[in-house]
C-alpha cells in the first residue's frame, strides 16, 4: 500500500490500520493515507488467481493448466512448458501470458515434434467368452490343424 503523493509504503496492522498514520479513516479495501487524505485502492488478489510456478520461468494459473490437461494428454502438456521453460532461458524471452504462449506457438510445436505424447493407447475391457465363441475357436483350431499346418511350439 502506497500513498500516491509521498510513495510511502504504508504497514499494515493486524486490524487493517496503517502503521504510519493508525488514526487515519479506512474503508473496506481502500485506505486513506493519513498525510495526504487521497484514497489508495488495494490490490485484492484471490488465490484462485494466483499463479503456481510449473518450471523455472513458467507461471500458470491452476485454471490454465487443468484447461491444458483437458485438451491434451498429461505427458504433452509437461513437454509443451519444458520447451516454452527452455525457450525463456535460452533466450531471455518473457511474456504476458505464458499461457497464450503455449496455445499461440508451443502447442503446435510439440505436436509437430514429439507426435507419440498425443497418441495414447486406449485400455480395453476383456470381454469374457461365451461357449458359442469358445467352439467357434475349437472348431477353427481344428480345420486349421486338419489342413497340415502346425502351431508355434508343437512341433
Known sequence: MTC?????FCLMSINGNCMRYPKSLKVEFN??????????????????????????????KKKEYEKLCKDSPEPAVGKMIEVLDLYKGSNGKTYKSDYMAILNWVKTKVEKDYPQLFYTQKKTEEVPWTKE?????????????????KLKGME
Open 31 to 60: 485506505h486513506w493515507c493519513g498525510e495526504h487524505r487521497k484514497l489508495v485502492k488495494r490490490k485484492v488478489v484471490n488465490k484462485e488467481d494466483s499463479k503456481i510456478k510449473y518450471a523455472e520461468n513458467i507461471l500458470l
Open 133 to 149: 465363441d469358445q467352439a467357434d475357436s475349437d472348431k477353427g483350431r481344428t480345420e486349421f490343424l486338419r489342413k497340415g499346418f
Open 4 to 8: 500516491e503523493t509521498c510513495k510511502y
